[in-house]
């Protein structure tokens, strides 16, 4: 059996490549396709299905453009509808690539059209390869709450979960190897492992999710404290059931000058500056957001920005735009209408004025908490991770609920008071930072190093079951 993993980090997804006999098999594709193509070709083999485990939520997937491209028959489970010729599987059927088969596993939970993917070889005696899509993940099980606009209950899709992983993967052989559509990062579980496979058999032993319970016991586990579900998520559901236009129709941005890009933004066009947050803190346009291209970029543009809103990039750098761009579409957004040319240098040739952020250090945040000032600090983390501990004192608001917040004018914060804001490392305290400047919100300081930093330091934590939450 020929085998490949492609493991996309931004958006925390695996897909594989699985083959034999000349004949492969495409599984959960990215969006862009090429590299399937290639490798497939480099392999000596012909990719003849294209096979998702559900509708994907949290990405747009390429099926569509590569069944265009290599003549695949594309396969769905049979309750997905997909608008599109498809062939759609059931539980048992079973698909032939060379001497592998490929039986189909109906694993309703995560979503009702799930499916996992079991395949054996019958030329060797290797063990056999589950890919389990968005139903098991190494550590951890498919979140249950993402298909309440279908009509189905958290509570109704856990119990399928349940039993899609008592009755069928938890009955297979211990050294079957797990490959998931996931891991660490991504939204569709809640403690997903940064391993990128594993055994049923460790599974079994490790994975918070399988311990022996009743069914009841794993509702209530399973619907409990869960992320926040991304405004990204249905539309890309709805793209993936459509089938998403190749990548090469889409639109190019234009350049820019400095004194354009200015009239736009003016318009309402959102800036969207990828760089860093040092270079953001050292100068940025005033009303920009921040979102850096090194972190999980996609992920946090898609929950924080609005589906098809115009967007114009700030970077320094040719090819980050090009990257920008892939990543973007890969979420479902497709409307950058242009760049800065020459990036902030452009701007400041154009004599135009720069916002420069406040930043502090842990060291001395610690030290005016200590000396008793009075200076509110968000932390825009996860409430998991603020219950695992944090600044004492500190306020949570996860930065996911941030824009709707500022929207609706619930936030609970005075525009001109002083604020500290902190995460985990100072990148999403950098977002949080220019969405609250963006809303007129002044004396904001973003902590540099975040809560790591200031464990590093030895500095005071305090810990909460539950969030202090605005």
């Known amino acids: 059996m020929y085998f490949k993993q492609f493991y996309l980090g931004c958006l925390a997804h695996g897909s594989y490549l699985v083959g034999a006999g000349g004949q492969a098999a495409v599984i959960d594709p990215q969006r862009d396709v090429d590299q399937y193509i290639e490798e497939a070709r480099i392999a000596g083999l012909e990719i003849r299905y294209i096979i998702e485990t559900h509708l994907h939520a949290d990405f747009v ?98 119990a399928m979960l349940y039993h899609s992983l008592h009755d069928k993967l938890l009955k297979l052989p211990d050294d079957v190897e797990v490959y998931p559509a996931h891991g660490a990062g991504s939204l569709c579980g809640k403690h997903l492992s940064s391993e990128k496979s ?23 586990m399973l619907t409990e404290d869960l992320p926040e579900v991304p405004a990204y998520f249905p539309k890309d559901v709805d793209l993936n059931r459509q089938g998403a236009a190749p990548l090469e129709s889409l639109c190019r941005p234009r350049g820019m000058t400095a004194k354009k890009v200015q009239k736009e933004m003016q318009a309402g066009v959102t800036i969207l500056d990828m760089r860093n947050a040092a270079e953001f803190a050292a100068g940025h346009i005033h009303g920009s957001v921040n979102i850096g291209l090194a972190g999980q970029f996609a992920s946090w543009a898609g929950t924080l920005l609005t589906m098809g809103e115009p967007i114009i990039l700030i970077t320094d750098d040719d090819q980050t735009l090009e990257e920008a761009i892939i990543r973007l579409a890969r979420v479902g957004i497709e409307s950058v209408v242009g760049y800065l040319e020459n990036g902030i240098q452009g701007w400041l ?80 305290s950098s977002i949080a930072f220019s969405l609250l400047e963006r809303a007129g919100f002044t004396n904001l300081i973003n902590v540099s190093g975040g809560t790591a930093a200031w464990k590093k330091a030895g500095c005071e934590l305090e810990h909460r079951e539950r969030a202090k939450t605005l």
């Open 61 to 158: 997937s390429g099926h569509i453009e590569l069944a265009k491209k290599t003549g695949a028959e594309i396969v769905f489970g049979s309750k997905a509808m997909a608008a599109f010729p498809h062939r759609a599987v059931k539980d048992g059927d079973i698909l032939k690539i060379g001497t592998v088969k490929l039986t189909i596993m109906e694993t309703p939970g995560h979503t009702p059209e799930g499916i996992c993917i079991l395949a054996t070889d019958g030329a060797t005696n290797e063990p056999a390869k589950l890919f389990s899509g968005d139903t098991l993940f190494i550590g951890d099980v498919g979140r249950p709450d993402l298909v309440a606009a279908r009509g189905h209950s958290k509570q109704e899709m856990a």
């Open 198 to 220: 594993s055994t049923i058999g460790q599974q079994r032993k490790f994975n918070y999710a399988l311990k022996p319970m009743s069914e009841k016991a794993f509702i209530e």
């Open 349 to 428: 040739a154009n004599d135009l004025p720069l916002a420069i952020s406040t930043v502090t250090t842990v060291e001395s945040l610690a030290r005016e908490l200590k000396a008793g000032k009075s200076l509110p600090v968000l932390d825009v983390r996860r409430p998991g991770e603020y219950a695992d501990g944090h600044v004492p004192g500190a306020i949570n608001l996860p930065l996911a609920e941030l824009p709707q917040r500022i929207k609706d004018r619930s936030i609970g914060l005075k525009q001109n008071q002083d604020l500290a804001i902190i995460c985990a490392s100072g990148y999403r």
